[in-house]
């Protein structure tokens, strides 16, 4: 994961926890639908590790959110 783009991976990891809690999941439901360990998943939402395409189109399946939403960042 490149931390110049910190800040970017940040608010990616705020719109998956933002869609995930409006789907009433825990980070330990949606890790185990993605096959993912929930310490990944938490990393994940608070941008300690990148995310990998397979798994965004995974979440984007599972929460019903199409995955450009993801990377719809408010200010």
Sequence with gaps: ?????????EK?????AYYRKAKKYTQMQLAEL???DRTHMGNIELAR???SLDILFHL???LEVPVSRFFEFRE
């Design 1 to 9: 994961m490149n931390r110049a783009y910190q800040e970017q991976y």
């Design 12 to 16: 990616l990891g705020l719109n998956i």
């Design 34 to 36: 993605l096959g993912i």
């Design 49 to 51: 590790t990148g995310v």
């Design 60 to 62: 984007s399946e599972i």
